[in-house]
């Protein structure tokens, strides 16, 4: 398909457990985003890659927290000793970014993490 | 401290009727502001836009209305349709390379 791939869609894992969360974006977008949206909440921003670095990661809660997207296409969001407040949809969305930028996304469905 | 508010958790239109969502913000900077549909399941999807030097943008049944001296938007749909119902969230961006700004949304519902 043409639009952003996440996988998994859904993961459940034990408090303290290592946890990846992959992001295909759409072929050609040099933008990709990571957000979390927590239930009743809107999206929350985590990180920006332009190409194959990280322009903002000032929304990354923690430490705990990482992403990387190594050849400027797929990334993986990296999440250590899970905590159960992490519980949440994490969406990946991406962009061409052309100049002016006017705030266009392209979402994947998500993937769906649970806590326990 | 919430920069993009949207108060309404839930509207309840019937169908043919208009649909208004609304929505606040606090940031003088945002000079977009975009709204984003997003069906279970599914990540949200953008719908339609406004800079910030216009004050009305239509598309098909979709209108976005901005009042920037009220720092208030609205997002107008007519008539509407069973397949609107859906969680529309308001967004903004000031420019820059700063990040896209969620409201916590809307949960629409329109009953045939």
């Known amino acids: 398909g043409a639009g952003v791939s996440q996988t998994p869609s859904n993961k459940v894992t034990e408090k303290g457990k290592y946890v990846e969360l992959r992001c295909d974006p759409i072929s050609g977008h040099t933008a990709l985003y990571w957000y979390r949206q927590s239930l009743g909440q809107g999206p929350e921003f985590l990180i920006y890659f332009q190409g194959t670095g990280a322009a903002d990661d000032s929304g990354l809660p923690n430490d705990r927290f990482f992403a990387v997207r190594p050849e400027g296409s797929v990334s993986t969001l990296k999440i250590q000793r899970t905590e159960r407040g992490d519980s949440a949809v994490y969406l990946c969305?991406?962009?061409?970014?052309?100049?002016?930028?006017?705030?266009?996304?392209?979402f994947g469905e998500g993937s769906r993490l649970t806590v326990l | 401290d919430q920069q993009v508010k949207q108060n309404s958790p839930s509207l309840s239109v019937q169908e043919g009727r208009i649909s208004i969502l609304n929505c606040d913000y606090t940031n003088s900077m945002f000079d977009y502001f975009l709204w984003y549909k997003k069906y279970p399941a599914e990540g949200p999807t953008f719908l339609i836009s406004i800079s910030s030097i216009k004050d009305k943008n239509e598309d098909g049944r979709f209108t976005v209305f901005l009042n920037k001296s009220a720092k208030h938007l609205s997002l107008h749909i007519v008539p509407s349709q069973p397949g609107d119902s859906a969680v529309y969230f308001c967004?903004?961006?000031?420019?820059?390379?700063?990040?896209?700004?969620f409201g916590k949304g809307t949960r629409l519902s329109v009953i045939a």
């Open positions: 967004a903004a961006i000031a420019s820059g390379n700063t990040p896209l700004v």
């Open positions: 969305a991406s962009s061409p970014r052309d100049y002016p930028w006017t705030g266009e996304l392209f």
